[in-house]
């Protein structure tokens, strides 16, 4: 019993010491952040599952009250899980903040498990310490509000640890885990996937021309995570054609406008506003954190003194991915990202301070090695700990550093339901996913409040189905507030109509008379492909790990 108490201590001590982290989040009320529709989401999420859509597409209210595919391309895992807490019985926002505090639990964690692996439990918890507080962390969370960009971060070093365990006797139970990790990287995050991919790809191809070999493992990870997710990024890359979604790489989200000049990286003030288009007086941080840097760079010489060669390779590839995230997020990058046409869909270049992060609190871990003949290792994370979290020139008062909102506001179920909030405020502020023919409406007075525009008896209304019967005094087109997307199909007396296109809804012909009429969201041959893809390989998956369990 001992033994497994304390086989777990360093879990329960990065658990412990995520406390600031999340302790914004145990009050009352909400907080602004950029992208302010995090509760609205959790909500459409929840309100879809209940109307028996899974996995979850299509959203009923947003869209102006047209309804939109948002989980067709979003990022869905997070909001499944906020989800979770709603349909249970939490409120919305009680749900949100459990949403963010379970990513931010991941990551250190995760970080810890990794950083272990490297340099033993101090140096893991020392790594996890710096992952959790990264500023740009508190970025993400408190300014950003980038929910799935931070839970990709939060798995990103259990992907990375499950690489370094491929070459371990027990390689099976690695490659299962890599491969649910990596698909959970693209169901969170479709940008920060696209560049864990690209990265994780360099890696490959370097080893493989290193030892002269495809390492078959690491194809199976991939290929695992690939088909568990395909679900969600088959119909996300093949239908994103048929939305608005380019209209996220121009203007001010254009790349070449956002890059960070070096002293952003050591030192710039502290703010909840925007990344300003060329221009340094930008109203958020871009601070890799001076902490995490000094401390990276000491347990670098001290490995290099040492000469320690064990850990040159892992040190050399962490060095490079700093350097590289780096340069690309400085205008002198600007040439690269011009003939690498994906990468505008990664619209800031700071976003690539997760990976800079990322190779910082590894490599930071491996100061836990200069104070280890000295038995003075958790003396040195206690002095790391506070260092990041509090504002050491406010002591003794305690004053958090960064990991805190602007400012809160009471928020409820009902204003976040309310049709002015979500088929108006909210559908105003993300509208990308469209359908590509869509007219947005101008004004509030132009929202869909309405179903059909017939005199007609709804029987049953939900994000995916609408059932209504209507009488016909002659031939009748009957249109409806639902924004015209593949999949949609119109039945009248059990049989298909075809579904007209409008600049606004859909409509089908229905004869003289009463009749029944039915407009359902179906799978293209795309989608049932990708869910027959992940269901199979989840079924094999779970044999295979059964039998591995057995064995």
């Known amino acids: 019993m001992e033994r497994n108490l304390t086989k777990y201590i360093g879990i329960v001590l990065v658990l412990l010491s995520s406390f600031f982290a999340i302790k914004s989040l145990l009050g009352s009320g909400y907080f602004p952040v950029h992208d302010s529709l995090q509760v609205e989401r959790i909500y459409e999420m929840a309100s879809a599952i209940k109307d028996g859509q899974f996995p979850v597409r299509w959203v009923y209210d947003l869209g102006y009250g047209y309804g939109y595919p948002l989980f067709n391309f979003y990022g869905p895992l997070p909001y499944y899980i906020g989800a979770f807490f709603n349909i249970v019985g939490l409120s919305l926002v009680v749900s949100a903040k459990l949403m963010f505090g379970i990513g931010i639990l ?254 910082l609190s590894v490599i930071a871990g491996g100061v836990s090695m200069v104070v280890q003949k000295y038995r003075l290792g958790m003396v040195l994370v206690a002095v790391i700990f506070i260092l990041v979290t509090v504002n050491v020139r406010a002591l003794p008062k305690l004053e958090l550093l960064h990991f805190m909102p602007s400012e809160y506001y009471l928020l409820d179920d009902e204003a976040i339901t309310s049709d002015h909030n979500l088929r108006w405020l909210k559908s105003e502020k993300s509208d990308e996913y469209l359908p590509k023919y869509f007219f947005q409406p101008q004004r509030e007075e132009d929202i869909s409040l309405r179903r059909v525009n017939f005199d007609a008896d709804i029987t049953e209304d939900r994000s995916n189905l609408l059932k209504f019967n209507i009488t016909a005094l002659e031939i009748a087109e009957i249109s409806m507030d639902i924004a015209y997307f593949p999949g949609w199909k119109g039945y009248v007396d059990g049989k298909e109509v075809p579904v007209k296109r409008l600049t606004r809804g859909i409509s089908i012909t229905v004869p003289t008379g009463a009749h029944n009429v039915m407009l359902r969201l179906e799978n293209t041959p795309v989608r049932t492909l990708a869910n027959l893809t992940s269901v199979i390989s989840l079924g094999v998956l779970l044999v295979l790990l059964v039998k591995y369990a057995k064995s």
């Open 106 to 359: 991941i990551s250190g964690i995760s970080m810890y498990l990794l950083g272990k692996e490297i340099w033993g439990k101090v140096g893991g918890i020392i790594s996890a310490v710096l992952y959790v507080y990264l500023p740009y962390h508190a970025v993400q969370i408190y300014v950003r509000g980038a929910v799935g960009e931070y839970y990709a971060y939060a798995l990103l070093p259990l992907l990375v640890l499950s690489f370094l365990k491929l070459n371990s006797k027990r390689v099976e139970k690695w490659i299962f885990i890599g491969g649910l990790t990596y698909s959970g990287i693209i169901l969170s995050h479709n940008i920060s996937a696209m560049l864990i991919t690209m990265l994780v790809l360099i890696y490959m191809f370097t080893y493989g021309l290193i030892v002269r070999r495809i390492n078959k493992s690491q194809v199976t990870v991939l290929l695992i995570g690939l088909c568990l997710s395909a679900f969600f990024w088959m119909p996300a890359v093949t239908e994103n054609n048929f939305t608005q979604v380019n209209k996220v790489v121009g203007g001010g989200s254009y790349y070449g406008d956002h890059f960070v000049e070096p002293w952003q990286l050591w030192s710039s003030v502290w703010g909840y506003a925007g990344s300003a288009p060329m221009s340094e007086q930008d109203g958020m941080s871009f601070k890799l954190g001076k902490v995490h840097i000094i401390t990276a760079l000491v347990a670098l010489v001290w490995v290099l003194y040492k000469r320690d060669k064990k850990y040159y390779p892992l040190l050399a590839i962490l060095t490079l991915l700093f350097i590289g995230s780096v340069f690309m997020m400085l205008p002198i990058s600007k040439n690269i990202w011009d003939r690498l046409p994906p990468l505008k869909y990664v619209q800031f270049p700071w976003r690539l301070l997760m990976y800079a992060g990322f190779a």
